[in-house]
Structure formats: structure tokens, C-alpha cells
């Protein structure tokens, strides 16, 4: 962008602001900078002009509301892994090899799950970056795998 370019203009003009209050409301400079990337590309694609004199308060408006985003998905997440840790395997003593039976008969997804939470001790955050799914996805498979493991090992045997 060339000097006298109207989005360059907007962005000398308000841009640290934006910063300064993403950053206050993330606590992270990454993020900051991720929400005034986002919020003046929103801007932009409302075809609204950046020498609009509203332009500056309607940025404020989508960093905040990216803010809030952000607060409800980890609250959420929070919520969730939170649940899904209080869940325990039911091993007993001895039955180990029959545990892993039936993990093995487990969907995909939840038994990569499984393994990585209980056997490589990794948070939900982190087993959703390896398998390319929220955070709170993994703790749910988690969950229902357990679910799953402990009636199938609550189950007499025959009816296995």
C-alpha cells in the first residue's frame, strides 16, 4: 500500500489502539495481533469505506467481539476437559490385557484418544493439534470411549 492510501491511513490511525485493547483483553501479543489481522479484514469485506469516520469504532466493535468468541470456545473447553478428566478407566488388577482388547475394538478416534491422554499423559489442547480436531472434540472421544470401555468391561464376560 502506498502513503495516501485510505486502509494504511485507517490502520496509522487506529491501529495501535487495536492492538493495545486486543492485547488487554487476550493477554497475548500472537492473539493480539491475530484479532486486529482479522478485524480489519472483516472490515474490509463489509465494503464499507475505510474513510468512513464509523470505521474506527466498528473495528473496536469486531475486536471485542473476537474477545468474546475467544472467552466462550475456552470457557467451554475448560468445561470440557474438565468433565472428560474426571473420567477414569475401570481397570481391575490382572484384567489389563482384557482392557486392551477392547480398546482395540474402540473406533479410530477414540482409541488414539485414549492412548495419547492416559499412555503419553497429553492435554486435550495438545492431542487436538495432533489429530486436527478442538480440544474439545478430543475430550468428548475420550469420554465416550471410557463410556464405552467401562460397560463393556462391567459386562459379564459372555456377554462380550
Known sequence: MAAGDPVLDLYER???GLYAYARSLTGR????EDFVQEAFLRYLQT???PLDPAAGPFLYG???????DLARRSARRAK???EAAR???VVSPGSEALALAELEQLPLEQREVVVLKILADLTFEE?????RA???TAASRYRYALEKLTARLSAPQEAR
Not at 62 to 68: A, E, S
Open 29 to 32: 501479543a500472537d492473539l493480539a
Open 47 to 49: 465494503g464499507r469505506s
Open 127 to 131: 492431542i487436538g493439534e495432533l489429530v
Open 14 to 16: 487506529v491501529g495501535r
Open 134 to 136: 478442538p480440544a474439545a
Open 87 to 89: 473420567a477414569k478407566p
Open 80 to 82: 470440557h476437559e474438565s
Open 62 to 68: 469486531i475486536v471485542r467481539n473476537l474477545g468474546h
